[in-house]
């Protein structure tokens, strides 16, 4: 893993959670992440994953007892769901103990002769029978099989040239993962500093407070006022101009609460909204009892990077920079409204 494993990738999402979803997409009936980073281990459970503390020595069978395990190299995050269910199913048609996936490397007339090339393992991808087949350096044993990938997926994003090139393909077909939010949300809740603002202040002389904002952000809330979207603005913030910038966005605001958590959860109950439909959008800790409680936790680019471990999606821009914009562009993409 690179240095930064919850630095998010341009789709949005680190790279623990992209195979995380790409697991789910392919139908395994469990996602387990093997670690010892906490923050990890976060990340994981805030996308539907299992997590567990990394054996050391010991076996790895224990985490998956009778079963076929799939291992997906985070590192390689350019592999689709079908080439996983493919591989599966290459595994119980065939008497190999493992499968593991590997691209065709050409190689130059003079020396290949046909050309066809060879199959070069990747690491992307492995299927076992048994876990127990797996050698201290974590590749599998026994009668191992290639399954051919696309060669994108030998793609290794723990370098800046490689997350470069892996950038440049994860939000194309056929490499883009479904949206992680729905069509439409019960309800957006944002949070206002570092968020609709840039998370700075300027403080005049006698006191006063001036925030800075994005008119595009102002015009993403509006074309999502118009889908028919709800929204409101929490803030533990008492300054008047929380409940200035929501008059001019025509937005429902609360402000100056200490305790957002509680708060919002007492909101949705007394309004019958579901948890899990709503969207809530927030970049500090003071946002991590929302992120929490809510099924679309959403952080900014420029987040504190205790919070990204519970994001389900890190948009790309920063707060008051565009963040709030991306949001609206992405559900109306989503709900085909122009």
């Not at 503390?53 to 291992?71: E, H, N």
């Not at 074309?223 to 429902?252: D, F, I, Q, W, Y």
């Not at 948009?315 to 992405?330: C, I, K, M, W």
Request: glycine share 8%; hydrophobic share 45%; proline share 9%.
């Amino acid at each position: 893993m690179p240095d930064d494993p919850l630095r998010p990738l341009a789709a949005g999402l680190a790279l623990p959670a992209h195979a995380i979803r790409q697991a789910l997409a392919a139908g395994c009936d469990d996602a387990i992440v093997v670690t010892d980073d906490p923050g990890v281990a976060a990340l994981a459970r805030a996308h539907g994953a299992k997590s567990v503390r990394w054996p050391g020595d010991r076996s790895l069978a224990p985490i998956v007892p009778d079963a076929v395990a799939v291992l997906l190299d985070p590192v390689t995050p350019l592999r689709r769901p079908d080439e996983i269910r493919a591989a599966v199913a290459l595994l119980h048609a065939s008497d190999a103990d493992a499968v593991v996936g590997a691209v065709r490397r050409r190689l130059p007339g003079w020396l290949g002769g046909t050309g066809s090339g060879l199959l070069e393992e990747t690491g992307a991808l492995a299927v076992l029978r048994d876990l127990r087949a797996v050698r201290p350096d974590g590749r599998p044993a026994g009668r191992c099989i290639p399954f051919e990938m696309a060669a994108p997926s030998a793609l290794r994003a723990d370098t800046a040239e490689g997350r470069a090139a892996v950038e440049a393909l994860i939000t194309r077909p056929p490499y883009a993962l479904p949206a992680v939010l729905p069509q439409r949300p019960a309800l957006i809740v944002f949070d206002f500093d570092g968020v609709m603002t840039d998370n700075r202040v300027t403080v005049g002389e006698d006191g006063s407070e001036m925030v800075r904002c994005s008119r595009g952000d102002g015009l993403g809330i509006d074309r999502l006022r118009k889908a028919g979207v709800p929204m409101l603005v929490l803030s533990t913030e008492r300054n008047p101009v929380v409940a200035a910038r929501c008059r001019k966005l025509r937005m429902e605001c609360h402000q100056g609460v200490d305790d957002k958590g509680t708060y919002l959860a007492a909101l949705l109950a007394g309004r019958k909204i579901d948890p899990a439909d709503v969207a809530y959008v927030g970049n500090d800790v003071n946002d991590l009892d929302c992120l929490r409680l809510v099924g679309l936790p959403v952080v900014v680019a420029d987040a504190h990077p205790d919070v990204l471990p519970y994001a389900r999606l890190v948009l790309p821009r920063p707060g008051g920079d565009g963040a709030v914009r991306a949001l609206a562009d992405h559900l109306l993409r989503e709900m085909a409204v122009s």
